[in-house]
């Protein structure tokens, strides 16, 4: 079993960036698909990005698309999620989590097994 904690949340201006990191317990995070999802106060917790470990295969929802950047690093154990142009509207508590997801189920919440504590951004305007 693999073990998420995330980092990197805060508060942040409109326009601005932050970088949440996703550090994995042991190297057994390198077989699975690592994604980051949100939930803001009385929404359904969405898909916001993912990348395969293996092949580096990367999934955006299209609300992020060309504002966020995912990526891994092998050495830590640790995927990334550089947020830039920062709206009001990205304030949520962001997940990482981890799974056997194949390239079709990316996106799906119920492809991830292993989940995170979350962290928190706000965004203000």
């Known amino acids: 079993q693999v073990r998420l904690v995330e980092s990197g949340g805060g508060t942040v201006q409109a326009g601005g960036s932050l970088r949440l990191s996703c550090a994995a317990s042991d190297r057994t995070v390198r077989t699975y698909t690592v994604g980051w999802f949100r939930q803001a106060p009385g929404k359904e917790r969405e898909f916001v990005s993912a990348?395969?470990?293996?092949?580096?295969?990367?999934r955006y929802a299209d609300s992020v698309k060309g504002r966020f950047t995912i990526s891994k690093d092998n050495a830590r154990n640790t995927v990334y999620l550089q947020m830039n142009s920062l709206k009001p509207e990205d304030s949520a508590v962001y997940y990482c989590a981890a799974g056997s997801a194949i390239l079709s189920t990316m996106m799906a919440r119920n492809a991830y097994n292993y989940w995170g504590q979350g962290t928190q951004v706000t965004v203000s305007s």
């Open positions: 990348i395969r470990w293996s092949g580096g295969t990367t």
